[in-house]
Structure formats: C-alpha cells, structure tokens
C-alpha cells in the first residue's frame, strides 16, 4: 500500500511542499501511483504545469515519512502533499517553472479556500523532516505566488535568540535538540540563501528573527 484511510480524529490542517527529486516526470508519477512503492501525495505539478491529482485529499497519502511540527509527529495525517517535478538536489537541482509556479496558485487557493488552511500552515517538507529533507529547497519561492506563511508576532526584546526563532517558526523540541544544524539549514532554504550550511551569523539571526518578530 502506499495511502491510507484518515482518522476520524486527524483534521487536515496543512499543506506540504515537495519535489520529486527523481531524473524525470514518468518515473516520478510510476513511483508516486505504484502501490508497492511506500510513497505517494495527493497532486503533482509537471514542470510543464499540469496538475495531476493523484489521490483525494480525503485520503491519507504518504508522501511526508518520519516528520515532527510544533507537537505534531507524522503530518501526513493532517495534510495535502503536493509535489513539484524538479530532478533535485541528487539529479541537478533546477529552478522551478513559470508554469509550475501558475498552477501552483490556482491549486494552493483552492486548497486553502476548501480546507480552511491558514496561509502560516503552508509548509516544506524541509521543515517538518530537516533531518532527511531538503525539498523543495532553496530555489523555490513562495512569494512567487503571494504567500507569506509568516505572520509576524509582537515582542518587546528585539534581541531574540536564534532557540526562540526556532521554536516560534514551528521545529518539534525534539529537532531542536537533536538535529539543531539541520533546522537551521532547513531555514536558510525556506530564506533562498544560495550557501546552506549551519552557521550562525549575526545576519542570518536577523533575518530569521525579522520573518517571525515585530
Ligand atoms: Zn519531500
């Protein structure tokens, strides 16, 4: 099997970004629609821009693994995954399509509008699984299509601590505490940074903290 039925219990409450990472679209769409492969999501978007949908959103798809956000641990039970066909960082990571970025708007609000989904629950699968994943990565830009999945938060003390910014922007306690580098990796790709590595420089503190604080 590669899906599963929802629990009664598991609201869908968000959005998840992928790439495929595989060399082209057929093998991409015979993994993600072979039931013995362990994968799949619920649509894929061709770097040509066609929508494929390939399980309702009613179904629980397994396109996220092993993944932790805020308290929440396996988060294909609460959300729609979406894939983008890009080779990925294994294959030649490319940048994604003006077409991809087009029928990606018209899936995302149609989404948002149907499920109730806060813009802010718009995630990467970088962020929920920094450990292993570093899709859609660096070269995707959401603001492409009008998003901001940040909404600000009032704080007096300007001089936040990059623990804090983490916490606040959504990584589990667990990540935090064990895979600390690859949290702020996974940020740095969300922020487009053309170098991902673990530093802490005094700009990437800005940056990070001016996305999440007033
Ligand atoms: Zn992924």
């Not at 066609?50 to 693994?65: D, R, V």
């Not at 503190?205 to 604080?213: A, P, V």
Request: glycine share 4%.
């Amino acid at each position: 099997m590669n899906y599963s039925f929802r629990k009664k219990n598991k609201i869908v409450k968000y959005i998840v970004i992928h790439y495929t990472g595989m060399k082209n679209l057929e093998s991409a769409y015979s993994k993600l629609t072979n039931n013995s492969s362990n994968v799949s999501c619920h649509y894929l978007i061709s770097r040509k821009g066609t929508i494929f949908n390939l399980l309702p959103p009613n179904i629980n798809a397994w396109h996220a693994g092993k993944s932790q956000w805020k308290n929440k641990k396996s988060l294909n039970e609460y959300s729609i995954g979406i894939e983008l066909e890009n080779k990925g960082h294994q294959y030649g990571y490319d940048f994604f399509t003006i077409r991809q970025y087009c029928s990606l708007k018209k899936l995302i609000y149609f989404i948002l509008k149907n499920y109730y989904i806060n813009e802010e629950n718009i995630l990467f699968h970088s962020d929920i699984s920094p450990n292993r994943k570093k899709d859609p990565g660096e070269k995707f830009y959401l603001n492409k299509i009008g998003i901001n999945r940040f909404k600000k938060k009032y704080q007096n003390n300007k001089n936040t601590s990059i623990d804090r910014c983490l916490r606040t922007y959504g990584f589990s306690i667990d990540y935090i505490k064990n895979y600390r580098s690859d949290c702020i990796k996974s940020v740095k790709r969300s922020l487009n940074y053309t170098k991902i590595d673990k530093s802490e420089s005094i700009k990437f503190k800005k940056d990070f903290s001016n996305l999440l604080f007033d």
